[in-house]
């Protein structure tokens, strides 16, 4: 299908939408961020890229877009773009879910050599000129257990294989893991505290879905033995925060390295602010020279895809919420 109206609901001065720019005048493109920017384009628009999380135009404009026969979203997490009539229509939504896979999974890589080599612990020692040497342990030997095993999951995996890590994965759907190279074990969502048990540091590769809201709960910190360290980089509303907070005050785990969290902007008074045995990421560990260029690259080939009558690479279960 030849595709001549794309809309791209986005910031249009945005300076990593000029590959799109590109595309006129071979079809005919409109940016806007609001419906006063976008006018009567969505009447004739047949894909819809969105650049902005705004639900409420989004619903706005749906009614609208006769002619629409794709939604893509720059982002990969798309619970804040979901609502019922868009749930429930037939239109294919696509995200763009692998292109931050790589830089997640280094941070997680980075998490977990922080905690084994005690990297707070020499940045101290250095700042007061304190000569003490000390013993760090390997991340080799050691297990990494790993709660939602999709594109982000699987790439932490085959870098953890790297440094002589065991994998132990978990997902909703086990038999899709079936030859996985990468792992020793995967079990099913029913079974995730024998998994957690058994694990020396959880990464949480989650979305924000029906079902996995604070998933990471009491239950299953208790799970965790004293020396693990937690790692999240799906999103904030998987975990029990206040549940986390104890169990790192009262050190029933050894730390928590987070990218997400149930509100953002952390508050100030929050209490990972102050605990030293986590390490704070404002959310960003996915955030490259050019991860913003590489999003707009996976849509520019999923058009193609689309042109040629291929099936679109990363179609969202819309049901599902990923």
């Not at 809201?213 to 029990?240: F, W, Y």
Request: aromatic share 6%; net charge neutral; proline share 6%.
């Amino acid at each position: 299908m030849s595709v001549e109206h794309l809309l791209v609901l986005a910031d249009p001065t945005a300076r990593h939408l000029e590959p799109l720019r590109q595309l006129a005048p071979r079809l005919h493109l409109t940016l806007g961020a609001s419906e006063a920017e976008l006018g009567d384009a969505i009447a004739q628009a047949q894909v819809l890229v969105i650049d902005s999380q705004k639900k409420d135009l989004l619903r706005t404009l749906l009614p609208r877009a006769r002619n629409l026969r794709w939604i893509h979203s720059l982002f990969a997490g798309v619970e804040n773009l979901l609502f019922e009539e868009l749930i429930q229509s037939p239109l294919p939504l696509t995200n763009s879910k692998g292109v931050y896979s790589g830089s997640l999974s280094e941070f997680a890589l980075a998490a977990m050599l922080f905690f084994a080599k005690d990297l707070r612990r020499l940045v101290r020692q250095q700042a007061e000129a304190r000569w003490q040497p000390f013993t760090s342990v390997e991340l080799r030997g050691q297990t990494l257990g790993i709660l939602g095993y999709g594109d982000i999951g699987q790439a932490a995996a085959q870098r953890a294989k790297a440094f002589g890590m065991r994998i132990l994965a978990c997902r909703r759907r086990p038999e899709q893991s079936a030859g996985d190279a990468w792992v020793d074990a995967v079990f099913p969502l029913e079974r995730r505290h024998e998994m957690i048990a058994a694990s020396d540091y959880l990464l949480l590769a989650m979305p924000n879905a029906p079902g996995t809201q604070r998933m990471m709960g009491e239950a299953e910190l208790k799970a965790l033995r004293p020396h693990a360290v937690l790692i999240n980089v799906g999103r904030g509303s998987t975990v029990d925060e206040a549940a986390l907070v104890r169990a790192l005050e009262q050190g029933r785990l050894r730390g928590a390295a987070l990218d997400v969290f149930e509100t953002e902007p952390l508050p100030a008074g929050h209490p990972f602010w102050r605990l030293e045995n986590v390490l704070l990421s404002p959310h960003c560990a996915d955030h490259t020279p050019t991860w913003r260029e590489d999003a707009v690259a996976f849509f520019l080939k999923n058009l193609e895809r689309f042109e040629a009558g291929a099936p679109l690479l990363n179609l969202v279960d819309k049901h599902a919420g990923y």
